[in-house]
């Protein structure tokens, strides 16, 4: 079959990689890539929001399955337009989709189904927000409540900091057109967790337990970023922990969505805080996570695309999925001074190198090809990601290929999986 997966970062290389090693697969396309993924995919110059363009390529090139991998596309309802076109699509509906696009949503929906996450209160104007605030003890946590590329949470100390971010959000439109509304929530303590199934609407598969590291710098310091590494399995998802989180959270959730009308296909990701009283719901969002997508498809012995399929199909009751004994980690190497004000253009030398170890496979998130030599076009550009024994081992892995690479306009953490090592 053809399948096209629409995104550019280290998550649809992943998907890609994993995608072509599936004897379904017979030609493979992804919009519009990078440069680690031209070769393993036709890459096609068109973006990942360009929801008509990509409808009108998909069908004029006859593609009989798309994978769509970041959350944008898929709230501006990228699949129901597939679908409409006569296009199968991984991935849920903008009707569904809305449990990522609108944290207001999602935390009404918890509080109606008695899906455990924090109290909160939600608001379209600053005076009956800052009113709630004064009721309510610090720390405290203010969310823009759509979209704001993860930007959108501040977590408050005390109640002038509240105050300070209500207005960031809704008085100075720190996060545009997101934070039209904000919601208010207490603060939960543990530890955080990530936890990912595979839903078709009705039935769920969980991935292997994956666990990122968000903070710029080593010792989980520093400013808040898309994920730095990840690492799977992660030992505060032990077996009997993910059978709660799929008995408290993820199917009360499937259950909600469908008695809501809108019922939820794709991959639901939970952002969880591990509490005293259990697991606790912090967000959803709609598609895997990144870069915990690249060490999860280096560990799936399983045909992803079968899974993928079944996910559209609603067949997910006959799939299991294997995984390979090894632990799997990623090390992510991004431009200096992401996730601020960063460079793009500077040369990186090494992947080759870093390819070459038994074990590693490198991962491209933003870079493009330029008359032979590589460059970086983001943020977060590239994805070291190795399978050894155990996470440790993984670990050591990874930095050693990530000594083979040679580019003075990145930076990486020195730290990936310690939480995981330590235990
Ligand atoms: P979110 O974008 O909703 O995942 O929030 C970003 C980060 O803020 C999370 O990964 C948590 O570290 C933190 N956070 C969000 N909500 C809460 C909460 N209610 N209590 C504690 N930490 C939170
Ligand atoms: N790694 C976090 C995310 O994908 O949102």
């Known amino acids: 079959m053809k399948v096209l997966v629409v995104g550019s970062g280290g998550r649809e290389h992943s998907l890609c990689w994993a995608i072509a090693k599936s004897p379904k697969c017979d030609e493979l396309y992804c919009a519009p890539g990078n440069a680690g993924i031209d070769g393993i995919a036709i890459t096609v110059d068109i973006a990942a929001d360009d929801i008509d363009a990509l409808v009108t390529f998909a069908s004029e090139t006859a593609i009989d399955f798309v994978v769509v991998g970041p959350e944008g596309p898929l709230v501006e309802g990228l699949v129901d337009k597939l679908e409409a076109a006569g296009i199968k699509a991984f991935g849920p509906s903008a009707k569904a989709a809305i449990l990522e696009g609108s944290k207001g949503f999602m935390k009404d929906l918890s509080a109606k189904y008695n899906i455990p996450s924090a ?59 997101a934070g039209e509304e904000i919601i208010i929530e207490e603060f939960m303590s543990g530890e955080e967790a990530s936890f990912f199934a595979l839903v078709d609407g009705q039935n769920a598969v969980a991935l292997r337990s994956a666990q990122d590291h968000k903070a710029a710098h080593d010792g989980d310091e520093g400013p808040n970023t898309g994920g730095m590494g990840a690492y799977s399995p992660a030992p505060i998802v ?51 996570g990144d870069p915990e997508c690249q060490p999860l498809m280096l560990a799936l012995k399983s045909d992803i695309l ?100 040679d580019w003075p306009g990145g930076f990486n953490r020195t730290d990936i999986g310690w939480r995981a090592i330590k235990r």
């Open 119 to 177: 109290d909160y209160g939600r608001f379209d104007e600053p005076d009956s927000a800052k009113e709630f605030i004064l009721r309510h003890q610090a720390p405290i946590v203010v969310k823009a409540d759509g979209l704001a590329a993860g930007k959108g949470v501040i977590i408050c100390r005390n109640q002038n900091e509240a105050y300070a971010a209500v207005d960031h959000i809704m008085t100075e439109r720190a996060f545009g057109g």
């Open 306 to 405: 079968e899974a993928l399929i079944a996910s559209a199909d609603g067949t997910l009751d006959t799939i299991s999925l294997e995984w390979h004994d090894e632990a799997t980690l990623i090390v992510v190497m991004a431009a200096n001074g992401y996730p601020g004000r960063y460079d793009t253009g500077t040369e990186i030398k090494g992947v080759d190198d870093a390819n070459a170890i038994e074990g590693v496979y490198v991962f491209h998130a933003g870079t493009t090809a330029e008359n032979g030599s590589l460059r970086a076009t983001g943020g977060r550009v590239l994805g070291i990601t190795a399978k050894a024994k155990t996470v440790a081992q993984a670990q050591k892995l990874a930095y050693k290929a990530v000594d083979k690479i």
């Open 238 to 288: 032990d077996d009997a922990m993910a059978e709660r989180i799929m008995n408290e959270i993820i199917y009360p959730t499937i259950k909600a969505m469908a008695a809501e009308g809108r019922p939820y296909k794709g991959v639901l990701y939970a952002g969880l805080m591990i509490t005293d009283e259990g697991p606790r719901l912090i967000e959803f969002n709609v598609r895997f």
